[in-house]
């Protein structure tokens, strides 16, 4: 998952962050989706279900950094 948020980083695209934050939702929900080849969930539940867990978690993450960078 870190290749998706580097390689907009790396190629020097324009408005890296937002490409980065985009193919990394791509990444949360496709695997998601595959997630659903072995469980009772419709591929796209699955797939949104990821998404939506693997953006909080990295929200929070996000949220972490900040406040632990105010605190120093």
Avoid: D, Q
């Amino acid at each position: 998952m870190w290749v998706s948020a580097l390689i907009p980083h790396i190629l020097n695209l324009a408005n890296p962050l937002m490409l980065a934050t985009l193919l990394t939702g791509c990444v949360f929900f496709a695997i998601g989706s595959l997630k659903s080849l072995w469980s009772t969930a419709s591929w796209w539940e699955s797939g949104s279900v990821t998404l939506a867990v693997g953006s909080m978690a990295a929200g929070l993450a996000y949220l972490v950094g900040v406040l632990l960078r105010n605190l120093g």
